[in-house]
């Protein structure tokens, strides 16, 4: 039986990838004074770097800001401006400070499911701008245990399984990204509640998740999360 639920934070409780987008395109807009944006692929060259800094920097705007000065001085072969490079600098602290919105409904949901499962916050990103979302967003009080995680994968679930002293089989995550939020928990014998987001994270869109997997429900927009938590404890319960 599931005795535990898990929600993500970013694009699952509150908005987040907007921010990155709007991010993107100023940046897009800077380093397209200096080459031509139909001759570059910009934007594939912003994604790989931020892919081979992620070990380094981790997920968040602070990596978001360091990839896109490296991605900025490569493409522009060192001519980019200090004034333009101290533009991107801004740009990444704009997205540092932007507020936290809840996604319309979702407070309703948790609440709806936390009158019948202990919950759980799992979310990665930059410690600092983690905790301060988590507190701007007033849904703390709604989750025993808060995680700030710096990637979610298989290991750092399975960790947080015997810290939490539950089976696989026995937690429920909730969250927009197959890749990181389902597909990991999935794969250790759990089950998962999969809510797109409108936009996604190129990076994100990377998983091996097989479609019609039977421990995984999707569902169109959060006030349908409590009634697919719902069917998929009473599968679990019935040893599917």
Do not use: C
């Amino acid at each position: 039986m599931i005795k535990m639920i898990g929600f993500d934070g970013d694009d699952t409780l509150w908005h987040s990838e907007g921010y990155y987008q709007a991010a993107s395109a100023a940046f897009a807009d800077i380093v397209g004074r200096y080459v031509d944006l139909g001759d570059r692929g910009v934007h594939d060259d912003m994604l790989a770097t931020e892919r081979r800094n992620l070990a380094l920097f981790g997920y968040g705007a602070k990596g978001m800001t360091l990839s896109m000065v490296e991605t900025a001085i490569a493409v522009t072969d060192g001519r980019i401006s200090a004034k333009d490079i101290h533009r991107l600098v801004e740009i990444g602290k704009g997205v540092l400070r932007h507020p936290v919105e809840l996604l319309p409904g979702i407070r309703a949901a948790v609440e709806a499911v936390g009158r019948e499962f202990p919950l759980v916050l799992i979310t990665k990103g930059d410690l600092f701008h983690q905790e301060q979302k988590v507190e701007q967003s007033g849904l703390s009080d709604l989750f025993r245990r808060i995680e700030i995680v710096s990637e979610k994968h298989e290991r750092t679930y399975r960790r947080l399984f015997e810290e939490f002293a539950i089976a696989p089989e026995q937690f429920l995550m909730v969250g927009n990204s197959l890749r990181s939020d389902i597909e990991p928990v999935v794969r250790l014998g759990g089950w998962g509640v999969h809510v797109p987001y409108h936009v996604t994270w190129s990076h994100e869109l990377d998983h091996g998740l097989e479609p019609g997997h039977g421990h995984v429900a999707t569902v169109e927009a959060p006030e349908q999360i409590p009634q697919a938590v719902a069917a998929l404890a009473a599968t679990a319960a019935a040893g599917a």
